[in-house]
Structure formats: structure tokens, C-alpha cells
């Protein structure tokens, strides 16, 4: 069975310091190994690794020098701790540049190897926990968290995924509400830049005025009340990403400036005359039509075309339809927990109701909704009286209350049953095709069946 102890290894050719650090540290709640010279040590570490090494310098065979190498070779992020005579200093200090943790003087005091391990072993886990957390941005906010059953949409994640290990800038079009933020996050913890800052700057919430210092930061006097430096946020996001929203609101010239720092990967602070480099990807936008924008003169083509790079467009939650009920199961688990509701469903009316809107605020409408349904929910049920009015069902309106009463008269008479329901049932899909100007899927929605299943309808009533 193996130990959930953490484990050192000491390596020195010294039998008696072996034998005194495995007892300080054994009695510190650690595994020890030893090994008697910097071959063994480092054949050891590659059999059985080790959370903290304590090297000494000068040994048989291998250096600690040149085992310490190996070793973090073997394992970049293998903790060091290397223990050498008074005239070594300049060598341990040269190793610690080369990846050692920290170096120790011989003869050493045994409490400061206690602090030493201890702080070892207290970075390595938070940079364990910090790999972890790392894991679970990038599975709940990378490409495969963004919920979908729609095609169109599983196309956009793949894209998105690929273009995330790329360090090309990246414009994101689509209406507001439609998600161009979660793709933005999706992009940067599906990145190699996931490990560094997401920064946000909403363009239209700022201030007209503001803005440059926000963009590039100031320096101290630059203007009255900079009374320090301050960093902007394309220092912030640095070996990260910076994410522009709203990009289309920014004055023509700052798009000169932000033109600039795209190009050059530099700028100057307000108030400043020495250039600043960084290294950030940028990721904007819009819900505006930059291309309009551009023949209009109010947006440069130079910068359009530096964004988009690679162009992204994110689909309004009507032309997906098959996504409602999903986010709206996704919304209700999250609000629900947060608010300790015990509401574990939709009444399939209240469905009913969510599947015949069009959501012109899309998927933070759809996200509105949902929480307020919750929030006046009174069973463990959301039923159409919870949703708000501008979402609920027209006096519980159904496709079909929408077919004419004399058209539905009209099938009855002398003709077998079975004729009669197929003939209404046509009619109904009829309508709904119309009314939902010939979209399968949203029809599919509204009628409350499968796409499959409307497929197979049409085919059998000769509907095209």
C-alpha cells in the first residue's frame, strides 16, 4: 500500500548526518529514503520520486551540482535543498538561479532544515492546488463548457478550441446576450496562457475620458489626483489575456493608440515617455457591425483587421431552440443552489412557455428568467405563473389554439378516426411551420417533440 506521507530524500556520502536528518525528519511526520552519493540520488528520485531533496554539494561519483540538474531534469518542479560548507555560498547561490529551492550551511542548525522542508513542502502543495484549480477553469470555463445540443453551436466550441492553443488576436461578433464573454474565458482557459491573468475591460462602461488610463495606466503627476504609478490593464494581463468588450465604442483616438500597442507590443502610460512591452493576447468584442462601422468612417479598417485576425461569431438563443430547455435546467440547478430552493424541475407547460419565446436578450434573458422563476417558485416545480410575464404563455396559447375552430370542425364526419387526427395533426405542423417561418427546430420546440420525430412527421403528412 502505498503512503500518503510526503517524502524526503537525503543525499550525502556522511553516514551520520543520513542517519540524523531521517530521524528530524521522520519525527516531522515524513517518509525518509537516503542515498550515499549523487548517482544513487538521483537513480532514487527517478524510481521513487521525492516532495523535498537535501543534497549535499560535494559527493563521490556525481556532484549535488550535477544531481540536482538531473533531478530537476527528471521533475522541473523537484524541490532542491542543497547543503554546503561556508566557501561554497557563491555556488549554492549560482544553483538556486539554476532551480535550486534554497541551500543550507554546514554544520546547520536542525530547526532551520525544519523550516526549510517545511516551506518546501508548502509551495508544492499550493502549486498543486494551483494545477488543480487550473484544471477545473479550463473544464468549466474551456470550449467544453459551454453547454449545446445545437450543431451549429458544437461547430463554434471546436473552433474555439482550436483556436485557443494559437496566440492570435481574436474579434467576437454576435447580439448582446448571446455569450461573447463565455467565449472569450473559453478561449483563455483553453490556452497555454491559461496560467496567467483573464482581464476585463467593459468599453462602454468607462468613461470616455478614463479610458486610455485604463488601457495603458498613468505615471505619478500625469494629471491632477495621480498622486502614485498605476498599472493599466495591458499591464495586469500580462503572459495573459486581455479581454476587450464593447470594443466598437472606443474613440478614434484611442483606436489609433490601441492600433499601436497591437502592432508594436508596446505603449506608454498617460503621462509617460518610456515605452512599456508586454506580452498579452487580446481578445475583443462587439455586438456592433464593425464592418459597417469601418465604411462609415467612425472605426479604422488598419485595427478592424489587426482584431480579427481570426473572427468569431456567436448565435442568438432563437436560431438554437434546442438549447433552451438545457440552459434552462442549467440555470434552475445553479439558482436554486445558490438561493437553498428546493425547485428540481419545469412544469412541461412552463417549458412550454420558455420554448415559444424568441429571447431578443438571448441567453442572459433566458438566465433572467430562470432566477426570478426560481425566486417566486412556491412547489418544487417551476410552473408558468413563476416565469415573468413577458416570457409566459399568452393565456396559455398553444399551437393549438392558434388553428382555426372551423378547420378542426371540419375533420369530423363519416371518416375513420385515425384519418381525422392525422389530418389535425398536419394541420397543426402546418401552422407551426409557418408561424415559425419554416425552422425545424424551433417548430420541433414548440410543438414539444424531437426534431427526429418532426422529421418523421413531415415525411409521412408529404409537408415540405
Not at 236 to 257: C, N, R, S, Y
Given at each position: 500500500m502505498t503512503s500518503s506521507l510526503p517524502k524526503a530524500l537525503v543525499c550525502d556520502d556522511d553516514e551520520a548526518i543520513r542517519h540524523m536528518l531521517s530521524a528530524v525528519l521522520e519525527k516531522e511526520g515524513l517518509q525518509v529514503v537516503v542515498a550515499h552519493d549523487g548517482l544513487e540520488g538521483v537513480e532514487r528520485f527517478r524510481r521513487e520520486g521525492a516532495d523535498v531533496v537535501l543534497m549535499d554539494i560535494r559527493m563521490p561519483k556525481m556532484t549535488g551540482l550535477e544531481a540536482m540538474k538531473a533531478i530537476i531534469e527528471a521533475d522541473r518542479s523537484a524541490s532542491v535543498i542543497l547543503m554546503t560548507a561556508f566557501a561554497e555560498i557563491a555556488t549554492a547561490v549560482q544553483a538556486i538561479k539554476d532551480g535550486a529551492f534554497d541551500y543550507v550551511l554546514k554544520p546547520f542548525d536542525l530547526d532551520e532544515i525544519r523550516v526549510l522542508v517545511r516551506r518546501a513542502l508548502d509551495?508544492?502543495?499550493m502549486r498543486a492546488d494551483i494545477a488543480s484549480l487550473r484544471r477545473e477553469l479550463s473544464e468549466r470555463w474551456g470550449a467544453e463548457g459551454i453547454l449545446t445540443d445545437n450543431p451549429q453551436m458544437i461547430a463554434l466550441r471546436q473552433t474555439i478550441a482550436k483556436v485557443a492553443r494559437s496566440q492570435a488576436t481574436v474579434l467576437i461578433q454576435g447580439e448582446s446576450g448571446t455569450g461573447k464573454e463565455l467565449v472569450a474565458a473559453a478561449l483563455h482557459y483553453g490556452s497555454p496562457r491559461a496560467g496567467g491573468p483573464f482581464v476585463k475591460v467593459n468599453c462602454a462602461a468607462i468613461p470616455e475620458t478614463l479610458?486610455?488610463?485604463e488601457f495603458f495606466g498613468y505615471e505619478k503627476g500625469a494629471f491632477t489626483g495621480a498622486a502614485a504609478r498605476r498599472r493599466g490593464r495591458f499591464e495586469?494581463?500580462?503572459?495573459?489575456?486581455?479581454?476587450?468588450?464593447?470594443?466598437?465604442?472606443?474613440?478614434?483616438?484611442?483606436?489609433?493608440?490601441l492600433l499601436r500597442a497591437l502592432q508594436e507590443r508596446e505603449f506608454e502610460r498617460v503621462g509617460g515617455s518610456t515605452p512599456v512591452r508586454v506580452d498579452v493576447r487580446v481578445v475583443a468584442a462587439t455586438n456592433r457591425d464593425l464592418e459597417a462601422m469601418v465604411r462609415a468612417g467612425t472605426f479604422r479598417q488598419d485595427l478592424y483587421f489587426r482584431l480579427a485576425v481570426v473572427g468569431l461569431r456567436t448565435i442568438p438563443l432563437r436560431e438554437r431552440p434546442e438549447d433552451v430547455p438545457l440552459l434552462a435546467l442549467h440555470f434552475l440547478d445553479r439558482f436554486a443552489a445558490t438561493d437553498g430552493v428546493d425547485v428540481r424541475g419545469f412544469d412541461p407547460a412552463a417549458l412550454r412557455c420558455l420554448a415559444a419565446h424568441d429571447w431578443p436578450g438571448n441567453v442572459r434573458e433566458l438566465a433572467n428568467a430562470v432566477e426570478r422563476a426560481v425566486v417566486m417558485s412556491t412547489s418544487n416545480q417551476i410552473m408558468p405563473e413563476d416565469l415573468p410575464e413577458t416570457v409566459r404563455c399568452r393565456d396559455g396559447a398553444t399551437e393549438l389554439d392558434e388553428i382555426p375552430r372551423e378547420a378542426v370542425d371540419a375533420e369530423g364526419g363519416d371518416r375513420p378516426l385515425r384519418e381525422v387526427v392525422g389530418a389535425f395533426e398536419a394541420d397543426v405542423i402546418r401552422h407551426a411551420l409557418a408561424r415559425n417561418q419554416g425552422n425545424r427546430a424551433r417548430t420541433a420546440a414548440r410543438l414539444g417533440i424531437s426534431r427526429r420525430a418532426l422529421l418523421y412527421k413531415l415525411q409521412e403528412y408529404g409537408i415540405t
Open positions: 509551495i508544492r502543495a479610458l486610455e488610463s495586469m494581463a500580462e503572459h495573459g489575456t486581455l479581454f476587450l468588450d464593447e470594443i466598437g465604442e472606443i474613440t478614434p483616438a484611442l483606436q489609433v493608440k
